[in-house]
């Protein structure tokens, strides 16, 4: 835990260098007359929580904080093996939505999750990945008629339109 | 007497059948829209404008009407269960209507938010029927200087929302001004905070991404590593005795959501504000004035209704200046008015002359809906309940698919879900350490209303910040402001002097 | 047990053979309509003025059922638009892609070179209409017309507020132009949409606008606000009595285009059909009818005659932003 406190207050920190950094692209002074320019904002706001970074790691070295003292674990194995899987998985089915679009990610996320994470049956898994991808497209693309990514799986869809509208 | 005659006309038009229908049809898919993470009353009201044509206007707006009271109420459903708000509506609905559930109050929570949401609607909609026209004059004058002010005093009432570590809730609120001035500059009319030239970043930092960000994806990643994916989020009953019980419990808070609705009201009329700061400044006031504020975010019932009760007396409203003037006070409003114009009508000061059956059907359509959305609300509730008592891991892919898609739907661009993803990650990896995460939500909300409106005002004076106090409103809001932002920092600061030594060990 | 996964496979089995069957047939059609909905982008935020003409165009072809597929409009107001266009030019199926544009369509891709916009490669459906701008001030102030306001203004100096739509927008562009003209100094003050603007002169925080005719109507109707100077050629119908720029002896015009533009690379079919359709639109009662409420003036001009339309327009727009100074 007490590097972890450390490693993100440095990550921050060098975070608000960069976003100071990006801000002056921008006038970031006062304009006479007209107050703040453009990147004054952000530019300031940023140096303030580059002064949170500093303050956070002189409070780490003087062992203020709980998190500075404790010397506990950040992730135990068991934690970080579930966060690298789930957060893993999230991030495949986010690419997929890219590739096989949504209706063909959300059912394999699912199948992995249900299945494989969670251990339930063929059964209930099957039941919830076949219908939560067309309890999504009625509901948003015929209802709402918001178009969700098909990937290279949209031509499928397209008597699909045909027959709803 | 007038105004009640013109009432009791419009209740004649609520009541004819096909209206009566809308107005049912509108609460309930008005409650399954907003109840939804990522899709709030403006989607509703978008998504189903074309439908409108099919009736008369005043029906058509007598739907739309229904649909953004239903949405309002149902925004507080996914904030409760699931702790993700649904729209910035119901940012502060989560702060304690969350803890409730998870202590296995999700249904007093639910009732809580749809009583208030009741008290709100209507205190909000007498409040209209009466002093709509001057009410109007007054948020007209309303400039950059006095919004300005507002945000201030809608930033003071929270300082105390952090947790104990000032630089962490500092940064917090920071990190979220920041990303709140991402997009376009428009006073200068540049591109800013553009990171690495990727399109996406034009249209800004959409709230929605940052909260489902942290209220979905990285609450979720926290629940699980905590009951290592095996356990409920919520045990909770639902019995006819508990509601009874959890009514009478309620009727103790009617002084929060009396405070709560006339705050919200005076808030939402104000061109360019709505229903988030309404929202935000009425759990700010309950907490400061609460004789027990320790209580606050850990499921005091009090912190559910303040925000419920101003949120929906806000939408109400924000439809004030809308009808008068033609100026949407939230984004809901602005396409309303596009569909008056729609359906060949000139929203204005004119309107409640020339379409007086219009504009009281209305009103006497919001009285009505309001009741039906509560009676609905309710009436879902169990099935709401029964879909917490699923094993957890069946919820939490379902809560996952519905982060993700709800993330993409508001712009239709992978780029938000992907920047979702990040801040889901990164911050349940800040939260482990304890950074506060509201403070950043709150000020992707608030700072790009105050930015702008700051500087649009030393425009206007030329640099000076005297306009701020010589103006009767923008002096009297900007005054009491800096007292609510300087009074709780005082003790702050004292304590902290006397209590480095004495400071738990764990 | 496994019954309903299988039955689930089965019938998505079912569903693609289907589905590939079909799409042959369609292929086969004669008149080219579209396959899917339509994204219809919207180069501003919601609520603003192209926002309304849009979501306007949208009911009228639901109404008269002129499309199988539904318009879905999406607002991209990022970047002055930038977004948007960075997005039609890149559409993943450009037959599928419209954008409504105003005029940040020409000053967005001269003032952000960075983009790589090139408005010509865009196929050109159809211009609705072009709206129109009004000089403003506030009733109370007892205006009523140019010589008093530049009175005024002159002794206001940099005290006198011209409020409007964001920097280098048309509202500044017209502002520079009324500076220069009369020799004054008012301070330009740039708001978020056209409503927000009216308001602001409606509720006397600022002392004049540009604003177009639909913004500042309701305020005009109750009395609020009114026109003194049309930047047109000929006076509006609507507003008699505001003579124009022309005929006060100084030679300015200017419009604001609002033209449904394709995605680059539409196929020929495609680009056939949504001119015809606009075209229809355009004639329809139902937009002649908000053209006339709105105060919008201009024919339909689609194809060719609209390119070059486009190609003169940004001419015209680079040599204005060049005299502000936005743009080398």
Wanted: hydrophobic share 50%; proline share 6%; net charge positive.
């Amino acid at each position: 835990m007490r590097m972890a406190e450390l490693v993100m207050g440095i990550v921050m920190g060098v975070f608000s260098l960069y976003l100071m950094w990006k801000s002056a692209e921008l006038p970031i002074g006062w304009i006479a007359g007209e107050g703040p320019g453009g990147g004054a904002w952000s530019f300031w706001l940023a140096a303030g929580m580059l002064a949170c970074c500093v303050a956070i790691i002189v409070r780490w070295a003087m062992r203020i904080t709980p998190e500075s003292r404790s010397e506990e674990v950040f992730m135990t194995r068991r934690t970080l093996k579930v966060f690298l899987l789930i957060a893993g998985a999230l991030i495949a089915m986010v690419g997929l939505f890219h590739i096989v679009g949504a209706y063909g990610a959300i059912p394999i996320f699912l199948i992995f999750y249900l299945r494989f994470m969670g251990g339930h049956s063929w059964r209930l898994t099957g039941g919830f990945a076949f219908v939560t991808p067309i309890a999504t497209f009625l509901f948003f693309e015929i209802a709402l008629q918001k178009t969700l990514p098909k990937g290279f799986t949209e031509p499928l869809f397209l008597p699909i339109f045909d027959f709803f509208y | 007497m007038e105004i009640l005659s013109l009432l009791l006309n419009g209740f004649a038009i609520a009541f004819e059948p096909l209206n009566l229908t809308l107005i049912v049809v509108g609460c309930t898919v008005g409650l399954f829209i907003g109840a939804m993470p990522g899709l709030g009353s403006v989607n509703g009201v978008a998504i189903l404008l074309p439908m409108t044509f099919l009736v008369p206007p005043t029906g058509a707006i007598i739907f739309l009407g229904a649909i953004y009271y239903g949405a309002m109420y149902g925004g507080a459903i996914s904030s409760i269960m699931l702790g993700i708000p649904g729209a910035s509506t119901a940012v502060a609905t989560t702060f304690d209507g969350r803890p409730m559930a998870l202590k296995g109050e999700a249904d007093k929570a639910l009732v809580a938010a749809a009583t208030a949401s009741f008290v709100g609607g209507s205190v909000g909609v007498v409040l209209f029927t009466l002093f709509a026209p001057p009410l109007a004059e007054i948020a007209l004058t309303f400039g950059a200087p006095e919004i300005f002010a507002l945000m201030l005093m809608a930033f003071a009432t929270f300082i105390g929302l952090g947790g104990d570590d000032i630089p962490k809730t500092l940064f917090s609120i920071f990190i979220g001004l920041v990303f709140g001035a991402v997009g376009l500059d428009i006073v200068s009319g540049e591109p800013r905070l553009i990171f690495f030239d990727i399109p996406g970043f034009f249209h800004g930092i959409n709230f929605l991404v940052l909260a489902i960000g942290i209220y979905g994806i990285a609450e979720m990643l926290w629940t699980i590593e905590i009951s290592q994916g095996e356990v409920m989020i919520s045990q909770a009953t639902i019995t006819v005795r508990r509601i009874l019980r959890n009514l009478a419990e309620l009727a103790r808070t009617w002084k929060t959501m009396l405070m709560g609705s006339f705050l919200g009201y005076f808030v939402g009329i104000l061109p360019a504000a709505g229903a988030t700061p309404g929202s935000l400044m009425a759990y700010g006031f309950a907490k400061t004035t609460s004789r027990e504020p320790e209580t606050y975010g850990k499921g005091n019932v009090h912190g559910v209704v303040a925000p419920e009760s101003a949120n929906n007396a806000a939408s109400t409203g924000a439809m004030l200046p809308m009808l008068t003037l033609g100026i949407p006070g939230s984004p809901t409003t602005a396409i309303l008015l596009g569909g008056m114009v729609i359906w060949g009508l000139e929203p204005g000061p004119l309107v409640f002359t020339d379409h007086p059956d219009f504009v009281w059907g209305f009103i006497a359509s919001l009285y009505v809906a309001n009741l039906f959305a509560l009676l609905i609300n309710v009436g879902f509730i169990p099935a709401f309940i029964w879909v917490l008592r699923l094993p957890f891991s069946i919820l939490a892919p379902i809560i996952f698919i519905l982060c993700i898609v709800g993330g993409f739907v508001p712009t239709l661009d992978m780029h938000d879900v992907w920047l979702m993803l990040i801040f889901g990650v990164v911050g349940y990896l800040m939260r482990k350490l304890d950074y506060p995460m509201a403070p950043a939500v709150l000020a992707i909300v608030l700072g790009p209303l105050a930015e702008p409106a700051l500087r649009q005002s030393l425009l206007i004076s030329g640099g000076s910040f005297s306009i701020f106090f010589n103006r009767p409103f923008a002096g009297v809001i900007m005054v009491l402001a800096l007292a609510l932002l300087f009074m709780p920092l005082y003790p702050m600061i004292k304590n902290r002097l006397f209590k480095k030594s004495s400071e738990n060990p764990d | 047990m496994k019954a309903i996964g299988k039955a689930g496979l089965l019938g998505l089995g079912l569903g693609l053979a289907f589905g590939i069957g079909m799409t042959s047939v369609a292929k086969d059609a004669v008149a080219w309509e579209p396959k899917k909905p339509v994204e219809f982008i919207i180069m501003a935020g919601k609520g603003g003025g192209a926002d309304k003409a849009v979501r306007f165009l949208q009911s009228i072809i639901a109404k008269n059922k002129l499309s199988s597929k539904p318009f879905t409009p999406v607002n991209k107001p990022g970047g002055s638009g930038a977004e948007a266009l960075v997005h039609v030019k890149n559409a993943a199926d450009p037959d599928h892609t419209l954008m409504f544009t105003l005029n940040s369509f020409y000053t967005t891709p001269l003032r952000q070179p960075k983009l790589g916009i090139d408005i010509s490669t865009f196929t050109p459906v159809g211009r609705m209409a072009e709206d129109t701008f009004l000089l403003w001030v506030h009733k109370d102030s007892g205006i009523t017309n140019v010589d008093q306001f530049v009175a005024a203004a002159k002794k206001a100096g940099n005290k006198w507020i011209m409020a409007g739509t964001g920097k280098n927008s048309e509202d500044n562009i017209l502002t520079d132009f009324l500076n220069k003209a009369y020799g004054l100094d008012m301070k330009y003050v740039p708001y978020k949409g056209g409503g927000r603007v009216a308001k602001e002169l409606a509720g006397k925080n600022a002392n004049s606008t540009v604003n177009n005719p639909s913004e500042q109507l309701g305020f005009y109707q109750a009395g609020k606000t009114v026109p003194i100077g049309a930047f047109t050629p000929t006076r509006l119908p609507l507003f008699k009595d505001a003579p124009t720029f022309r005929e006060l002896g100084k030679d300015f015009v200017y419009f604001m285009q609002r033209t449904v533009v394709g995605a680059p690379g539409m196929s020929k079919d495609a680009t056939a059909y949504y001119q015809g359709l606009f075209q229809k639109i355009f004639n329809s009662k139902g937009w002649q009818g908000y053209m006339k409420k709105k105060s919008l003036q201009g024919g339909f001009l689609t194809g060719d005659a609209l390119m070059k339309y486009w190609l003169e327009q940004k001419e015209v727009q680079r040599g204005i932003l060049r005299k502000m100074g936005a743009i080398k």
